[in-house]
Each structure stands twice: as C-alpha cells, then as structure tokens.
C-alpha cells in the first residue's frame, strides 16, 4: 500500500515538475523580447529622437556606413499616433458607451441576444480587414490617404473592446443602483448620467485607455489609409505617420536596423505606461 | 436631456453599429463579387495554399500554446491559489498580452530568425507566445472554477494534487477550455504583421502586401479570401461565447 | 382629507405568461398608519410594494393589471417622477452611492430631480433627516467623506435618511431591517413608530415579531393572494383565516 502511494505521490511531483517548467518556458519568450529591446535598443536613444522626423534611407545608408548614429528621430511618428489614435477615441468612446449604454437597458432577451452575437462579431474582424473597409469608403471615393481614414480604422478596431468592457462596467454594478434612483423619483435619464455612469467610470476610463493602447500598436490597417509622411502634420485630411508604421518602415529598410529596435523599444514602452495608466484607475481587470 | 431624447440617442447608436456592420459585410460581398464568377482562378493552387498556410499556422501555434497556457492556469487557479506567485503571474500576463504584433514580429525576426531553419515553425511558435497570455485571461476569467468543497472532499480522500486535478477539475473545466480555444484560435487567425514579417503567405499577408492592385480579378479574390477568413473567426468566436454564456448559467 | 390614502383595487402582476406573483389583491389604508406586509419568500410581498410606486415600469415584460389610487387618483395618471417622490423606498441591501459624499447621498434626491435649493435648506434637510434615523451625531462631523467608512447598518439608515429627505407621504419598506444588527433594528423600529405622525409607512417584512411590534394593521400575502388584512393585534391573536393561523404558527 505504502509502496502504491509513494508511487502516486512521485507522479503527483512529477507532473507539477513539469507544469512548473512548462510555465517558467512561457515566460521566456517576454524576458527574451524585453532584454533584447533594451539591449539593442538603448543606441539610438538620444534627445533627437524625440523631436526630429525619421531620416531617410540615403542618409541612414550613409551614416551607418560611417559607423556613426543615424540621424532624426520619430517625431512624426509621435504627433501622427497621436492624433490618428485621437480621433480613432473621439469616434469609438462616446458611440461605444451609447451602445453599451443601450444594451444595458432592459430588452428582450432575443433582442439583447442578437446584439450581443453582433458586438462579438465585431470583435473579431482582424485590423487589416477594417483597413480594407475604411480604403473603400474613405480613400478611393476621394483619392486620399489621410490620419482621418487612419481614425476610423482604429475607431473600428477599438469600438468592439470599449462596448465590451463598458458592459462589464455596467452590469457589475449592484443591480439595485438603478432601482434606488428609480424609487427617488430619478428619470431615466438622470439615473443613468447622475448614479449609474459616475459608479461606474473609473472601469470605463480604464477600459478606454486599454483599448487605445491596444490602437497605438496597430499598424496594418494604417498603412493603407493612412499611408505615411515625413512631415509632422497636423492636417488630419492629410497622409501621416504612426510610430507602428515608421517601424515598419524602418523594418523594410536594412540600413535603419538601430532605428527599428529603439523604435521597437519605445511603442513598447508606450503600451506599457498606457496599460500602467489603466491599471492605476481601475486596478482590476478590464474584459475585453 | 429629456428622456425621450436620450433614448433615441440610443437608439441611434445601435443603428449605427447595425448600419456599420451591414455595410462592411455589403462592401466586402459586393467587392469580391468579381472572382466569384471565376471560381476556378481562386481555387487555383496560389490562393489555396495561403487559406492552408493560414489554417495550418493558426493549428500549429494553439497546439504549441496549450500545454503552456494550461500550465499557466493551473498554477494560477490551482497549485498557487491565491498566493503572491498567482498575481504577479496575473499582472505579468497582462503586460504581455498588450504588446504590439509589430514588436513581436521584428523581435522574432531578427533574434530568432537566424535560429530557427523553418519559417513555419517558427511562424507558429511566436504566435504561439504571442497567444499564451490572452488564453489563460480568458480561462482565469472566464472558466467558473471548480467549488473548494468538491475539492477538499478529494483531498479529504487522500488523493494527490495531480489525481484532484485529473478526476475533478478537468471534466469541469472541458468546455471552458475548448472555449478558450476557440477565442485564441479567432485572434490567431486574425494577425497580420507578425506572418507577414516572419512567414508571408497567410491570408492576412496576402491582403496586406498586395492590398491596392488594380487587377481586378486579383483584387476580387482578396476581398473573398477575407470574406471566408471573417467567418470562420465570427464562427469560431459565436461559438465560444455561446458555450460560455451556457457555461455561466450553469 | 380622504378616509383612504391607498386603494388597491384588484391589483394582478405577472413577470412571466400565465403565472401571476399577486393575484387580484384588493385592499384600503388609512393614512398615518403602520401597515406591514407578512407572508413566506416569494408570496409577493416585494412584489406589492413596487408596484405602488410603478418601480415594475424599469424593467420591460412585466404586466399589471388592476388599479391603485392614491389620494383619490390613479397612479397611472400622473407622471412616474412625482408619484415616486411622494411614495418612497427604502431597500433591504444599502445601496448608498458609492462615490460622492454622506451629505451628497442624502441629499440626491433632490438632485435626481433636478430640484436645487439653498444651502441653508441642503444642510437643514440633512440634519433634520440624519437626526430621524438617529445618525446625527455619529456622522455630523463627517458629513464630507464617502458612506462607506461607515458600517454596514449605518449605510441603511442613510439610505433610509436619503428616502426620507424627500419628505414623502408613503414611505414603501422591503425589509429593511433583514442585513441589520440587532442594536440597529431597535434603532430603526423605533423610527419607524415616529414616523407615523407624518405619513404612512408599508412595510414587508419575514420577521413576525417586528410586525407585531410596530404595525397597526397587517395584511397576509400567500402565493400571491390577500389572505388576511386587519388589525394587527387581532391578526396575530386571533386570525380570521385558517392559512393566517398556520403560517403565524409555523414562524413562532
């Protein structure tokens, strides 16, 4: 008996062994990712690269060969993020907490079940699809690529998350939040503006800033709405680059390889500050 | 605001969702249009391989990904409950599941490229890491745990941690889990930039690289080809949530 | 002023077709009274209460038929906003509002209704209110921090200090008393037999006891139907319906 026992007792050791190294390999891939960004990375660090605009083939060409720092930065990869994913908020976080909003109320259950199938469709239409879409409406009708295509591409990727998680806001909170305002004689409407959304939006704050974190890492659907500038520009009717796709760029390119990684290290570390933000607000988890 | 008012600007925004939904399904059908009365030229070899490589890829990383997200959960959920390790690990998977594919993709590229020999390989298990910390969100999240009571009657019995764990908890959790797999299996197929910076000839990449062309027929084929890649994924993604929200009510 | 305050006339509810929770109730009270509603879980109770003040009309699906007068007029006639502002309620979970102030909570009825008064008469209502429920003195000098330093007992009487600063003429109860530690229930039973002087209080309740302290009239709901409405001493002591004796009996 005792002999059949320990036997189980190894086996029992054996597997959690294994479970433990199959989780200490998981996470290799992100240590590995991380040291490698920082380690490579760190060399083209240098104020420049925060206020120039990207160089030019050429003139990395030329400067690599020399040995020396490639010149320019990303600033106009940092102002195009920003007003691309600007707009891309502008548009999904106020129709995305009105969707939510209406599919909180109270429906029928075949009515709210067709919404909901229809938000997790949403959810799965991979980036460059919605690329595709935004190119057919927005570009060819007027033979422009501009940061506003660029918006609406992400606001398309980003609108499916924001419904979603402001859902999840809404329905974990006391169900008798809304009856209480009901039964102080609260109109719908101020029930909904007054008590449930100043309850509830930290989660959605929190859930939006996840989501745009998410639209600063997209790349694919802008580069064919967007399609990309040298310049910084500020006209969004007018092509503009992201730092995702100044990456890409500079991927394509085999002079810029510093460029890349201290690129590549910097959209990182933006997506982890925005998630940190996003954290710092809601310190649960956000369902998207 | 009137309350009448505000309703209809509810109303409106689910209209707008519906009109914005009909209109890319409408935009996509009547785009691919063109192909479709030359079917043979998309089931040519060309267009054929890239739905197989897709498949094929998006298969091969969940399966790579399964042990170690299972792993993964169970240390969350089981072996480590509720000790310090679980959310640390929590916190950990969370920073790793919002890093941009454009990093991933350049990272694997040029440090793990050289290493491996196969594309397809290596293709998988990047997207494989890539997917780890979004599954076990999903299962930690979503996959109702086995009661404590259930449990402590095993223990009780003098059963080991693995025996608990093989007779109880996973029967439990089954379907979660092929749920689970269904969600990771949407987002997988969905990628685009790290196939297309590592392997280029999934249906994503395709679309990506060639995005633009003026031939027609070509440009037709494009669009069905994202036409069937989005169903499957709405399919695939119905599916989950369906079991899921049966799961709950359970 | 009319004999009645509420006439409850055939009143019916169905969440669901075909099953009904109230069955046809038909009952009249009398103003400045205590009237407490008994009966198991799930026979309605809550149920009865929300439909005097239309609480059902937020959720879709549910039907009523009947009528219910209110001073003479149908409830259904006049707008939602104001019947609920003179018919009150009071939850059995506090459910303060969690991110504004003691003070703001107890005053957002006001808010809620786009009513906004003095200062003065903010602080004045807030005191008067406090001090109805017997929490005055422990929250007056925090009347700025949020409600959830308090416990959990003292959350409900904010929550029933919020109802009351609306000042109403019904005040509807759904056992308020159920989450509430034993010191509080005094506290609150107290409040209770006070606050008949200025309007009428309904209030359901599982505890027997408590009805029979603080009631004047009872009315005995079972499966949804009117079994018994009376005087509450009598009720108790000597039920006219064998089903009101039964279930007196069962909970003693």
């Known amino acids: 008996m005792s002999r059949l026992k320990s036997h189980r007792i190894r086996i029992d050791r054996l597997v959690f062994g294994g479970v433990v190294f199959c989780a200490v390999l998981a996470i290799c891939p992100l240590i590995g990712l991380i040291f490698d960004l920082f380690v490579n990375g760190y060399k083209q660090i240098h ?14 060409r030329l400067f690599q060969s020399a040995g020396l720092l490639i010149p320019g930065g990303i600033l106009n990869g940092i102002t195009g993020s920003f007003s691309v ?19 909180y109320d109270d429906h029928s259950s075949r009515f709210s079940n067709f919404f909901h199938c229809l938000i997790v469709s949403l959810m799965g239409i991979p980036a460059i699809i919605a690329g595709m879409i935004v190119y057919l409406w927005m570009v060819e009708p007027f033979h422009s690529f501009s940061a506003l295509a660029g918006g ?22 006391p169900a008798n939040m809304k009856e209480e305002g009901a039964a102080l004689g609260g109109t719908y409407t101020n029930v909904i503006f007054l008590i449930i ?16 974190s998410r639209a600063v890492g997209i790349t694919s659907p802008l580069i064919i709405t967007a399609l990309g500038s040298s310049e910084v520009r500020w006209n969004v009717q007018e092509p503009v680059s992201t730092v995702s796709m100044l990456l890409w760029n500079f991927f394509n390119n085999p002079s810029m390889v510093d460029m890349v990684w201290t690129t590549a290290l910097f959209l990182f570390l933006t997506v982890i500050v925005l998630n940190i933000i996003a954290k710092s607000i809601y310190h649960g988890q956000i369902h998207t | 605001m009137k309350d009448k008012t505000f309703k209809i600007l509810l109303f409106l925004s689910a209209i707008s969702i519906l009109l914005l939904s009909g209109g890319m399904l409408y935009s996509l059908i009547a785009e691919s249009l063109p192909v479709f009365g030359h079917l043979g030229y ?3 070899g060309e267009w054929f391989s890239y739905i197989g490589y897709t498949l094929l890829i998006a298969v091969l990383a969940l399966a790579i990904a399964a042990p170690f997200s299972i792993s993964l959960l169970l240390i969350y959920a089981e072996y480590c409950s509720g000790k310090m390790i679980a959310s640390t690990l929590a916190f950990v998977m969370d920073l790793f599941a919002y890093i941009p594919s454009v990093v991933w993709g350049v990272w694997a590229y040029y440090s793990l490229r050289p290493v491996f020999g196969n594309d397809i390989l290596l293709v998988s298990i990047v997207l494989a890491a890539m997917i780890i910390p979004y599954s076990v969100y999903i299962c930690v999240n979503y996959i109702p745990l086995v009661p404590r009571s259930i449990k402590e009657g095993a223990y009780c019995l003098g059963a080991t941690r693995l025996e608990v764990l093989g007779t109880i908890c996973f029967p439990f959790m089954t379907k979660g889990l092929i749920a689970a797999g269904f969600l990771s299996l949407g987002k997988i197929l969905g990628e685009t930039m790290v196939v297309t910076i590592l392997f280029g000839k999934t249906i994503t990449s395709v679309i990506f690289n060639r995005f633009g062309t003026n031939n027609d027929l070509e440009s037709g084929a494009l669009f069905a080809l994202s036409l069937f890649l989005i169903l499957i994924i709405v399919a695939v993604n119905v599916a989950a949530r369906y079991m899921f929200k049966k799961h709950w009510h359970e | 002023m009319d004999k009645y305050i509420l006439e409850i006339e055939k009143l019916s509810v169905s969440y669901k077709q075909g099953s009904y929770a109230l069955k046809e109730i038909s009952v009249s009270l009398e103003p400045n009274k205590v009237v407490s509603v008994i009966g198991l879980a799930l026979a309605g109770k809550s149920t009865l209460l929300r439909s005097l003040n239309r609480l059902h009309e937020i959720y879709t699906g549910i039907r009523i038929e009947g009528r ?5 007029e149908n409830i259904m006639n006049q707008p939602v906003i104001d019947i609920r502002k003179k018919i009150g309620m009071v939850f059995q979970n506090p459910n303060v509002f969690p991110n504004m102030s003691i003070y703001q909570n107890v005053l957002y009825g006001y808010r809620l209704n786009n009513i906004s008064l003095s200062k003065a008469e903010n602080d004045r209502i807030a005191e008067e209110t406090l001090r109805e429920t017997g929490l005055w003195d422990d929250v007056k000098d925090k009347l700025q921090s949020r409600p959830n330093i308090l416990p959990h007992s003292l959350q409900q009487q904010i929550c029933i200090a919020r109802a009351l600063a609306l000042q109403p003429e019904i005040l509807l109860m759904d056992n308020p008393t159920a989450q509430l530690q034993p010191a509080y229930i005094n506290v609150v039973e107290d409040m209770i037999y006070r606050l008949r002087d200025k309007m009428t209080v309904i209030i359901a309740t599982q ?10 009239y009872t009315l005995f709901l079972e499966d949804g139907e009117l079994i018994e409405f009376g005087d509450t ?14 279930f007196i009996m069962s909970q003693s």
């Open chain 3, 68 to 72: 219910i007068l209110f001073k003479g």
């Open chain 1, 85 to 103: 994913v600007a707009i891309a908020v502008l548009i999904a976080a106020p129709l995305g907490i009105l969707m939510a909003l209406f599919m």
């Open chain 1, 152 to 173: 609406v591409s992400l606001a398309i990727v980003m609108l499916p998350m924001i419904i979603y998680s402001t859902l999840d806001a809404l329905n974990t909170l």
């Open chain 3, 233 to 246: 001493s009598q009720l108790f002591w000597s039920p006219a319906d064998k089903r009101t004796e039964r």
């Open chain 2, 42 to 44: 998309l089931v040519s």
């Open chain 1, 197 to 212: 959304l100043p309850a509830a939006k930290d989660k959605i704050i929190s859930g939006i800033l996840v989501a745009a």
């Open chain 3, 207 to 216: 505890n027997l006891s408590q009805a029979a302290r603080i009631s004047d």
């Open chain 1, 47 to 60: 104020f420049d690269f925060f206020i120039q605009v990207n160089p030019t083939p050429e003139e990395a």
